[in-house]
């Protein structure tokens, strides 16, 4: 089936969709492509256009850009050899690639936190709400909760700020980029992928450094952008073969970047 | 390509100023000191130790930008000067212990780039969606600022005990070499850094497996949980480059094909994490290592501290760290 009538379908399911999106849009091949199955991921990295491709699933729909900046502007990469070696790469295996990012985010649930909230143990009983993503948890220590954290994504690069004998029960999950504010005063604990370290519109991690000496209980656990968001591709290839029955859809993990000395 | 050297790097920094001190380096690799007190001088305030660096940093500098005085009055008397990347609560409290009132960040003190004194009304954080994830930071909710525990500690400690807070980072960056990468290089290889003209500082070290650079790398800088690394943890090293502070894209692109390994402080993960992941997978004999903002521009404040001690004789001019506020659940 072509891809055009893939995409159709799922802009018809997301209902209300924008093309104004930078980001939602075609970043290689396009409606004419044929499509023999789809993977859903969250970064199209060489390495999972190779395994899609073994696996015969010539769709990729990623949650992240593909050319290393986050409105996909070849422009800033086109001279680097690499995007040369990409593009041939994205040829060879006749890939077409869509990327779903903002109206993810926009569903009601949004996966990302779903899968998120899966990956690192969050049971969804404690959610103070649906879809809040602040979760009241029994009491522990900001060191048990990233211990358990860790040990459930099986993580290896997760980093965490913070006296880790804090004593926490209040945690917002934030995904990607989008991290919740840590100086907010009903939160102990903000979980999220990746943010400014210094010189962010609002907080900083200096802000768990600073809270022992006011008494304040407060952690920051930063999962990275990979491990925080790939889970909730795991539904979105679920929502996707929903709707798209002729084809196999699957997640091709990119997994997580970092290792540590 | 220009290789520096320390003396060179001192006459270019010094401007003339020369006070006899040289700061020394200690056994735990932590530079500074130069407080030996210098009896009969002239009181100096935080404004004339400023003017002092405005004049002498070696680029012109930019009023507009966010090397400012963030606490404190500009015009006390100055007992001693700390360095430091980012003023945290402890770095204050040993400043103080040091007689020192005058701290000279790169990093912020109140969290936010904006770096004001109270908390910033923003995200909610609270119930509904936060929007978007990468590149446009997060959903705004804009809220009037309730009273803030941790604001109000730290302005109380600024306030009783008189320190002033100046920020020093774009334009410690912005000369020729970088400060926070010369820095950076020294800390971890000693002298012998070199940097091509307008691009980043580079090191040449006998090739050396990644693995085992990284875990130097650590040891070096006081590491904990912030250090990581993309690559083959064998690939063999030789050149490497600095990119400190924060690192956009196209610095990634610039550095890392001259380099065999590019050591960044902080990056976008779906920008130069993903870029170094498919250089590597496609054959590139390359490494990456992203050491955070805070512990990347440690070494480049301490040697803003050497920097110091010539330009500000009559005071003692320390640099404290802050070490790596990441730390990791299990090893």
């Keep these: 089936m072509r891809a055009a009538e893939i995409v159709e379908r799922i802009k018809a399911q997301m209902g209300a969709w ?30 999972v256009i190779e395994r899609a491709a073994a696996a015969g699933l010539n769709m990729i729909v990623p949650h992240e850009d593909t050319f290393w900046n986050d409105p996909d502007n070849e422009a800033v990469v086109q001279e680097d050899p690499l995007y040369a070696e990409k593009i041939e790469l994205l040829r060879r295996h006749n890939i077409v690639i869509f990327r779903i990012h903002d109206h993810m985010h926009s569903q009601v649930p949004d996966f990302t936190y779903v899968g998120s909230a899966r990956e690192i143990g969050l049971d969804p009983r404690y959610e103070t709400a649906p879809n809040s993503h602040r979760f009241i948890l029994p009491e522990t220590t900001l060191g048990e909760l990233a211990a358990h954290v860790q040990r459930t994504s099986g993580a290896r690069a997760i980093r965490v700020v913070g006296d880790p004998n804090a004593r926490v029960s209040r945690i917002q999950l ?3 980029y989008a991290t919740p504010n840590l100086n907010n005063a009903e939160l102990d604990v903000v979980i999220s992928g990746e943010q400014q370290e210094t010189d962010s519109g609002f907080d900083s991690p200096a802000y768990a450094l600073d809270a022992p000496a006011a008494g304040v209980p407060k952690g920051w656990i930063m999962l990275g952008h990979a491990v925080s968001e790939e889970a909730g591709m795991l539904e979105m290839a679920e929502w996707i073969r929903g709707f798209v029955p002729e084809v196999p859809v699957r997640l091709v993990r990119a997994g997580e970047p970092f290792w540590v000395p | 390509m220009k290789r520096i050297t ?46 002092r ?154 090739a050396t497996p990644l693995e085992v650079v990284a875990r130097d790398v650590k040891t070096r800088l006081g590491g904990r949980g912030g250090i990581r690394v993309i690559g083959d943890p064998g690939v063999r090293i030789r050149k490497v480059a600095f990119l400190p502070g924060t690192t956009p ?55 803003c501290a050497r920097w110091l001690s010539d330009l500000v004789p009559e005071v003692g001019v320390r640099h404290v760290s802050a070490g790596d506020p990441y730390w990791r659940p299990v090893a």
């Design chain 2, 6 to 51: 320390r003396r060179e790097f001192g006459a270019l920094v010094a401007g003339g100023v020369v006070a006899g001190v040289t700061a020394g380096r200690f056994a735990n690799g932590e530079e500074a000191v130069a407080a030996a007190p210098r009896a009969a001088q002239e009181p100096v305030t935080a404004d004339r130790i400023v003017a």
């Design chain 1, 174 to 176: 934030g995904v990607g």
């Design chain 2, 249 to 303: 894209i196209t610095a990634s692109l610039a550095a890392l094909p001259q380099a065999d390994l590019v050591i960044a402080g902080e990056v976008r993960e779906w920008e130069s994490a993903e870029y170094a992941r498919d250089s590597v997978f496609a054959g590139r004999q390359k490494g990456f290592m992203t050491i955070g903002r805070v512990l990347s521009e440690d070494p480049g404040m301490a040697l």
């Design chain 2, 53 to 206: 660096i405005r004049s002498g940093i070696g680029v012109e500098w930019n009023p507009e930008s966010i090397d400012t005085f963030k606490a404190g009055d500009p015009a006390a008397v100055v007992t001693g000067v700390v360095t430091t990347s980012l003023a945290t609560m402890e770095v204050l409290r040993e400043a103080v212990a040091a007689r020192a009132n005058l701290i000279i960040t790169s990093g912020t003190t109140f969290y936010s780039r904006a770096d004001s004194r109270t908390a910033p009304a923003g995200r909610s954080g609270g119930a509904g969606p936060a929007a978007g994830a990468a590149g446009d930071g997060a959903a705004q909710t804009p809220a009037a600022p309730p009273p803030n525990p941790i604001f109000e500690a730290k302005n109380r400690f600024i306030d009783e005990n008189g320190l002033i807070v100046f920020r020093l980072s774009d334009h410690w960056r912005a000369r020729t070499p970088d400060g926070f990468a010369l820095g950076l290089a020294e800390r971890i290889f000693g002298e012998g850094a070199f940097a091509a003209p307008d691009g980043p500082i580079f090191f040449d070290i006998p």
């Design chain 1, 18 to 47: 924008r093309d104004t999106s930078t980001r939602d849009r075609y970043k290689f091949g396009g409606d004419d492509t044929e499509v023999t199955g789809i993977a859903t991921t969250v970064f199209v990295t060489m390495d």
